[in-house]
Each structure stands twice: as structure tokens, then as C-alpha cells.
């Protein structure tokens, strides 16, 4: 079963930093392109940044361009997640997730991990 | 960067059918076969339910059907049952800057 694992969380001050990791194991993880999703507590889903296979090609929100930064390490199968600058809004559960490969849409998603902004 | 368009609350009673609306534009639901459907319980992570407009992954349940017409897409759930309450999101690939974007996402409660 594919497995992803997110890990990275915690309570942050507004202004600061944290990186979020993602760790993929049975099914080839350097042939898939990634997602992160947000989910602020008690509201719907927010998709955040996409990474290709081969970290050839990035998008991000535009509510985080700028301030976060997606990149993947193939050979530790794994997705990371690197948040600056965060603010109160950027509270939320952060879900890694896989897409389909040869069309849009993520079929395997991780648990989430909490990140929450506050002073 | 605005959000697909969901009703809030949609319900039914068990064996009904029930359908789900999404209206994006043009430049997401309308303009491209990329249209996907997620089911979440509460404390859980999003499931694909729909992808493709019309296609179901392996394993779920063929009461769950997609389609599209102009820019709305919609998720029918046929014969409901209580383990369908849920929350339903739509999600669509949109011809920006950006990449994907969701719907609002809608409370499905089974009377």
C-alpha cells in the first residue's frame, strides 16, 4: 500500500520559518509528481504547490508565492516544504499528496501534519 | 485565485440520489477534462472518489458518477448511504499561474 508520511509541524511566531517533510515508501516516488495541500481548521481544501518528477516544473498559490518553497530528494523518497515569512493565515493541516501520473488528480494522500502560526 | 463554486450543504435520505454541483469557468472545469472528486470524514485525509470528469478509481464504489456540463461539473451519489456523509471537494487543473484549484467543498448529510 503506498504510504506517505508528513512530518515537520509545530507552532511557529508570525515571521518565522519551517520545513515540512513528506516521506514516500512502496511505489516509485521519483516517477510521480507531488502536491501540498492545506487545510485551515474548519474550512476546505487549499491546494498549495506541484513539483514534477524530476523538480523540472513548480507552481505555486499565489497566497504563498514567494514564501514557500517545494522541492523533493528522489533518492531519500522524499517531498519537502519550506515555509518563510509564515503568517496567521497560513494555519493549517498540511497534506502531502501523489498524482495520478498521466493525468491530473491525487489519488494517494498522507495524514497531514499541523502547522500553527501564533504569537 | 477564487474557488470553484460548491453548495454548502447538500442531503437526502438513505437509497436516494443525491447530486453535488461545482461552476468554475472556462479556463478550469470548462475548458479541460481534468475535473476531480474528493470525499473527507472528518479527521481524515481527502479520498479521490471521481478523476477525469466521469472516471472512478479502482475500488470505489460504482454509485459515485461524475459529468460535466459547460463549466459545471457534478457528482451524483446514487442510493445513499450513511457511510456517505462526508464533505465532498471539487477539484479542477485551471490554465494560470497556478495549477489546481478546489471548490468551497459541501456537507453531505444523510437524514
Given at each position: ?21 513528506c516521506a ?7 516517477t510521480?509528481n ?27 498559490a499565489d ?20 515555509m ?19 493525468t ?16 | 485565485?477564487?474557488?470553484l463554486?460548491?453548495?454548502a ?6 437509497g436516494q ?39 472512478r ?9 461524475g ?14 448511504q450513511a ?29
Amino acid at each position: 500500500e503506498v504510504q506517505l508520511v508528513e512530518s515537520g509541524g509545530g507552532l511557529v511566531q508570525p515571521g518565522g520559518s519551517l520545513r515540512l517533510s513528506c516521506a514516500a515508501s512502496t511505489f516509485t516516488f521519483s516517477t510521480y509528481n507531488m502536491n501540498w495541500v492545506r487545510q485551515a481548521p474548519g474550512k476546505g481544501l487549499e491546494w498549495v504547490s506541484y513539483i514534477s518528477s524530476r523538480s523540472s516544473t513548480i507552481y505555486y498559490a499565489d497566497s504563498v508565492k514567494g514564501r514557500f518553497t517545494i522541492s523533493r530528494d528522489n533518492a531519500k523518497n522524499s517531498l519537502y516544504l519550506q515555509m518563510n515569512s509564515l503568517r496567521d493565515e497560513d494555519t493549517a493541516v498540511y497534506y502531502c499528496a501523489r498524482d495520478l501520473g498521466y493525468t491530473y488528480g491525487s489519488d494517494y494522500w498522507g495524514q497531514g501534519t499541523l502547522v500553527t502560526v501564533s504569537s | 485565485q477564487s474557488a470553484l463554486t460548491q453548495p454548502a450543504s447538500v442531503s437526502g435520505s438513505p437509497g436516494q440520489s443525491i447530486t453535488i454541483s461545482c461552476t468554475g469557468t472556462s479556463s478550469d472545469v470548462g475548458g479541460y477534462n481534468y475535473v476531480s472528486w474528493y470525499q473527507q470524514h472528518p479527521g481524515k485525509a481527502p479520498k479521490l472518489m471521481i478523476y477525469d470528469v466521469s472516471n472512478r478509481p479502482s475500488g470505489v464504489s460504482n454509485r459515485f458518477s461524475g459529468s460535466r456540463s459547460g463549466n459545471t461539473a457534478s457528482l451524483t451519489i446514487s442510493g445513499l448511504q450513511a457511510e456517505d456523509e462526508a464533505d465532498y471537494y471539487c477539484s479542477s487543473y485551471r490554465s494560470s499561474s497556478t495549477l489546481y484549484v478546489f471548490g468551497t467543498g459541501t456537507k453531505v448529510t444523510v437524514l
